[in-house]
Each structure stands twice: as C-alpha cells, then as structure tokens.
C-alpha cells in the first residue's frame, strides 16, 4: 500500500472538533481527530461509549443537531464538506456518501414497504420514475442478498427479520452507488450468526463494487474481521491509528492494550484454567435440576375470541428442554435471541409458570413451594438482570436498594442490614461514597455491581446471571466478569450464566448449554463442546464469533484486493 | 453504556420559575381562604340596599352588587369554597383511582377485564352530563357534587396509572424485586406505585382547574353551591342580569376563578417537565 506517490485519500478528516452546549459549559464530544479513508479501504472506528465515534461520523455528513459546533477541515473528493450549505449537502447525502445505522428497526419507517425505501434515493437524487425505480430497488435487494426480491420489495419493515431489515437499509444505503459507506455499529443489534453475514455482506459489497467504508463498532472482534485500518478513539481523540495487525498485534498505546487485553477471547487465555473446580463438578449431586421443562405464551385472546371460544394461540418460548446444574459448578447458557436462554431463567426463579415438566431445588419441586419454603428458595436462588439501569428502582438509593432484601427477608435489623450493606458494597468493589447515590447518577458498570451486591444481600447458594454484562462496554465486562469470578471462588456460588457471546461463556463456565429456537441442541463440558461442536448450529455459532485473529488472516485478502477497477455503475 | 454517570440527571436541582410561580398563586390563595374573615374587611352576606350596584371604590374595592353585597368581601369568602373544591373534588376520584388502576394493572385477570369494562362504560358517557345527571337525582349542593365526581371522575385516573403500570411491571427491578421474594402488595405499594404516580400528580392539577370551573358552571345551573353562600360561580350567575352596567359583580370572581385555575396549571406544567427528567 506503499509504493508509488500515495493517492488522495477518499474521505479527509483534519482537526475535526465538535463541542455541544453553550460556550463556557460546553462539553467537547470530539477533540481534534484526524484520520484518512482510501479510496476502496475499509477503516474501522472502535471505541467505548463517550468516545466520540458516533459524533465523528455525524459530523462527517452534517447530521449534528443544531447547538452542536464544528471545527476543522471535511475533505471528501477535494470539497471541504463544512463549508457547504444544507442544499449542497443534501446532494451530497445518500448520493456520494451514505450512512447506515445501530438499529435496523427503529431507522425504517414502518409504513414504508422495503421497495421504497430502497427506491426514494433512487428518485431523490437520480429523478428516476416510479416503475424504473421498483425495478432498481429490485436489483437492489438482489444485490445484498435478500431472497425472493420481487415478493420482499413489497413487504413492510415489520415482515422482516433483523438481519434482512439491515440488509434493506444497506441497500438503501448504497443505491444511489456512493463511494463512502458510513457504517455506525451495523450489527450491534444483530445475532452472531447474522452479525457474520452482514459483515460478510459488506466486504463483498467493498471488494465488488469498491466502495469505500468507514465501520464504527465497540467490538474490536467486528472491527479485525473487516477492517484494513483501525482508528483507536476514547473520550473524543485518537488514541492511536494504523494497520489493523498492527494494532491488534502490536498496540502501542495503553488503552489499546487494555482494549484488547479486556476480548473475553483473550481474558480466558490470561486466566488459564486455574480457578476450575471441574472435578467437583462432574461428582457432586445436581443441586437443581430442569426437567422435560416447557413454556408456552398464551397470546391474548380478547373479549371476543372469548365469547367465540376460540382457541388460545401459543408460542412455545421452551421445549422440553432438561438438564442438571450441579453444585459449586459454573453452567453456562448459550444461545441467539429467541433461544429461551432468559425464559428458562425466569421460569427457575419463578417469575413465570411454565406449561410443563418440572424444576427440582435439592430433589424438591420448585412448583410447589409456598410460604416460607418459597421465601427460603428464593434466599437460595438470586438472579441478575441484564439492563443496569432498568434492574434498579430508579427512586431507591445504593445503601436502600442493597439494604431491602435483608430487611424484607428479617434477615437484619435496619443497623444490621446497614452495616452488611457496607460489607457487600466492599465486596463488590463500589466505593462507600456512592451509598445515597440514585441509579441514574451511577455508570453502567457500578449499577450491574449494586444488582450484584442485592443478588448477594441473601447468601444465596446459585447466582442466575442473565446477560449481565451484555449492555456494558468491553473494558467494563471484563472487570465485571473478574469480579464474580471471584465472587464465584469465595463465596461458593453455584452459578447460572445465560449469554449470547460464547468467548465469556468459555471464560467463565465449566459446561454449557447450547439452545436454539426453544431446544436445547447441545450440552456439555465448555472445552469439549466449544473444540469439538457436535450439532451444525453450535459449529455455525462458533465459526460466527467475531475474532481478532481474523485480522492476520484477512490480510493477504486485503492487499490482493484492486480498488479502482473494482468500481462499476449498474444503474444511473 | 457509558462508564461515566448520567451527569445530566440531577443538573437541575433549583425548582422551576413555573412551579415556583403557581405554587405561589395556589400559596396566595389558600391564605386568602384561611384568613378570609381578616382579609374581607366586610361580613360577605351583609345586605346593604343603600349601597347597591356600586361601582369599584376605596370602600369596596371590587364594588358591591345587587344586594349591597361587598364584593371583594364575597371573593375572598368565596376562595374558601373554591380552594376546598380543587381537593376535596381531586382527592377522592384520584384515590378510588390510583387504587383500582394500580391493582387492576399489576395483577391483570379477571380483576382487571371487569374493572376496565366498568372504566368504558363511564367513559361512554359524556363527563359533564354524568355529573349533572347524578347531581340532579341526589339533590343541588356541593357534597353532592363531590359524590358525583368520585363516581364519575375515577376513572380517568385508574386508566392513567393503569397504562403505566402495564408497562412498569415488565422492568427488570420489578422482576427483581418479584426474585427477591417481596411479597405482591409491598412491591406494587414500594415499588410500582412511586415510579407510576408521576403522570397522576400532573394530571391531578390540571383536573383541579377542570374541577373548580365545572363546580363553577354548576354554580351558575344553581346545582352547586347554594345561594347566598359565597361562591365564584354562584356569584357569577347572580351578576349576570346586570353585567352591562356592573360588570364589576361578573368579573372578579370570574377573575378570581382564572387565577386560581392558572396556579393549578403552572405547577401542572412544571411538574410534568421535572418529574420527566428524574423519572
């Protein structure tokens, strides 16, 4: 990529600040970030929430809000894109330069069929009329791989699944044949396995038709796969840019190393298999057992459907699914959205009935408890949610919400509870300050610490941890995971943990569960099922994982890869 | 998910100019009420038949009307219903509401279907009309008024919380609070209720203003309050004969009226916006 007198680069950014608010009290989301897209490159952005990286992008294509100020120097083409005015911007978005977002779902307008969505720029830009733009939408949606185009042009954003939504909003995206694709956490929202498709998608997309792509993600995973160069930002600047090998193999920077030191991938590698109670595992009894388990949601029938006695409609959210989770062992959960991973988890700790079989605390039926032997399985049983916002009363403070269990339970009186409350906040590692403190006015990371510290408050034997740390950014997972790891060694805790990614299960679990769809397909001792998957979906889920050793592998891709003549008009 | 607090949550401590102003009315004129026979000056039933149909003067400040009654007198006088009438007409209807709502919704079942079929059918009835109905079968007067509105009124607010509370009992902590093993009465009493009420106190206030004005209208049909007892919509229908030439007996309590209910939406309006922000 070196020789000869290098290219103008596509997309320039130099010097880009943006400050929000008034300004004495302004707070600088961008701070003088510079950085460079090659004509047919793709560059990846990674970083954390508060980065920066989202507003980098925005402003790019001048899509800031309005008290937002922007400083510093745009180049796309040789055109300084600050310096236009909104109608000369708006002919340079969608037509030269488009964006694709987070959430396929919430950026389609519901009342939009697939077809017009993909159709408006199309006749925005090019004035294409209404039959000629239907057939390129078409063509369209052909192109980023959606089955049966002419039935699906069609069809409104709510008959799609997330993945094919996203596909719909790439082909938006990209038919008025741009040459920069903006792309901020496209597949955050997305399943592993979709995940894996799209970015497949995009690379085609970049390879084929040479378009340029700027990916934002907070999975450095996501970014290795795809990305021939990688910018590094944290707290609005540049940490550090260059060659995604190099930066994956050889980060200079601190927090690039903490960066990727925090991948649950490599967590597993730096904390060995030390802390494995596996022989207690495979011999102590099954201290809860699910057995032959199903759960069905009823859908509403009505007043109606009522009086019509008609039949209730179901949807079986858990299929008879059985299996032991013994004592003192780490059991892990796996599976995509709409697995039943959660459902399991709320049906053993009762917040729903299930429609059939039976769960065993200890050889008692779970079902049966009431009164007093229900309130001690539940003292015996806490569970952790996965938003950390919405887990916590947002009225309560820390040292109230910690302190409540003890209190209802009678397990201390208001001085005893307070002092224990004090102990736990230790023992998860949240500073004492914070004890009249209201979620709202705590990080993501000490609120999913304080839903610890009330799983806790009980001593209960099995920890149910449902996503836990699915909502946080990397660095925080993995301080997150650390700690109940070691919550895990010196408490004794039996725990359940449910997650999508398989890497944090391989760190923390001895077997895992895989489901499907409801079904459990595949169960086993982590090690054994994660090298030697027997089901095909548990070897898609696997091959699916975003690595960062994708990045070395990629690499002769890349070079290989002719971006100019690459560059082909289909339509237009 | 940031790592860094919300910082914007608790920015705005100080109370808003609009709460601050309302509840200064609303200040304002419960101290008028309470100090009605200090601040009068004058006995508000007093009939002076010399002194009729006066204009505003130093000596009656508001003028007198047909009966040489002070008006000014009668206005202050007057605010001790009024006032008592935005809560003694919002309380009861909130609290049969906010009751049936928070239950009906949390629990769901057959609870719930009957009670929302009862909330349709009042619903299905015009508001005003209802209450004149049911005022007019129990009798003309003020306590019979207030039945009619805990009758009829309830159901506004059992809808409003109800919605609230569908969607509230789905957030994980009060999925945690049910895994913590609270029993069913402490969370909805500890936890739904205190994060569901917010749109009941706005709504609250400005039903207040709704409340006070149709006491007013019943004043004015002679079903409210009755003659001569001080009261702004009474006093409006006994000045209307003569609002062209003393329109001094219409307008005060009509003015008196307009503040009152202004002070209600004020801190109606504020409260929406702050409790929006720490909610």
Known sequence: MTEQPPPAPLLSVEDLTVDFGAPHVAVKAVRGVSFAVNVGEI?????????????????????????????????????????????????????????????PSSHLDPLMTIGRHVAEPLRMHFGYGAARARDAAIQMLRDVRIRDPELRVDSHPHELSGGMKQRAMIASAIACEPRLLLADEPTTALDVTVQARILELLKDLNRQRGLSIVLISHDLGVIAEICDRVVVMRNGVVVEQGPTREIINVPSHAYTRLLIDSQPSRLSQQHGKTARPAAVATTSEPLLAVDDLSVEFASARGLLGLLRGSEKASVKAVDAVSFDVRRGESFGIVGESGSG??????????????????ITFRGASVHDL???????????????????????????????????????????????????????????????ELAGRRPRQLSGGQCQRVSIARALALSPEVLIADEITSALDVTIQAQILSLLRRLRETQGLTTLYISHDLAVVRMFCDRVAVFRSGQLVEIGAVEEVLARPRHDYTRRLIASAPRLEAATASEEGARDMDTGSAWKGSHG | MSDEPAAFASMSRKVPFEIALGAAILAAWVILAIGAPVFAGADPNAIDLLAILQPPSLNHPFGTDHLGRDVFARVVFGARIDVWMGVAGVLPPLVIGVTVGLFSGYFGGLLDTVMMRLVDITVA???????????????????????ALALVAWVSYARLIRAEVVVLKNA??????????????????????????????????????????????LGFLGLGAQPPTAEWGVMIADGQPYVIDAWWICFFPGLAAVTLGLGFLLVSDGLAHALKVTS
């Open chain 1, 43 to 103: 560059v990846g952005i990674v970083g954390e929430s508060g980065s920066g990286k989202s507003v980098t992008c925005r402003a790019v294509l001048g899509l800031l809000p309005w008290m937002a100020r922007v400083g510093g120097r745009v180049s796309f083409d040789g055109r300084d894109l600050l310096q236009l005015s909104e109608a000369e911007m708006r002919r340079v978005r969608g037509r030269h330069i488009s964006m694709i977002f987070q959430n």
């Open chain 1, 341 to 358: 991973k959660s459902t399991i988890a709320r049906a053993i700790t009762r917040l729903i009935d299930p429609s059939g079989g039976r």
């Open chain 1, 370 to 432: 009431k009164g007093e032997t229900l309130s001690a399985y539940r003292r015996a049983v806490q569970m952790v949610f996965q938003s950390p916002y919405d887990a916590l009363n947002p009225r309560m403070t820390v040292e109230e919400t910690i302190a409540e269990p003890m209190i209802r339970h009678r397990l201390a009186d208001r001085s005893g509870a307070r002092k224990r409350t004090a102990a736990l906040m230790a023992m998860v590692e949240l500073p004492a």
């Open chain 2, 125 to 147: 009835f015009p508001f005003f009309i209802l209450v004149i109905a049911i005022v007019g079968m129990l009798g003309p007067g003020l306590g019979n008024y207030f039945i």
């Open chain 2, 172 to 217: 994980e902590y009060i999925q945690a609070a049910r895994a913590l093993g609270y029993h069913p009465l402490y969370i909805v009493l500890r936890h739904v209720l205190p994060n569901a009420i917010s749109p009941i106190v706005v709504y609250a206030m400005s039903d207040a203003v709704l409340v006070i004005l149709a006491g007013a209208s």
